[in-house]
């Protein structure tokens, strides 16, 4: 059991690394967040909901064909 811990141990510690300060700069770039660029998933949202006419909860109304 104990090795087994200090197996565990060792290899959750080994994945964890200090970044260092020129790959931050990838990191804090728009492209990398979770949400991304907010003008590109407007975008995305008003097509998806435009091609998407049945798919209701984003507030829109209307059909895929364009009809309100």
Do not use: F, K, Y
Request: with cysteine; glycine share 20%; net charge negative.
């Amino acid at each position: 059991m104990r090795a087994w811990l200090t197996c565990l141990a060792l290899t959750l510690g080994s994945g964890c690394a200090t970044t260092q300060p020129w790959e931050r700069e990838l990191l804090s770039r728009e492209i990398m967040s979770v949400d991304g660029d907010e003008e590109e998933n407007a975008v995305r949202r008003h097509v998806w909901s435009v091609r998407e006419g049945t798919a209701g909860g984003l507030g829109g109304g209307g059909g895929g064909c364009g009809c309100n």
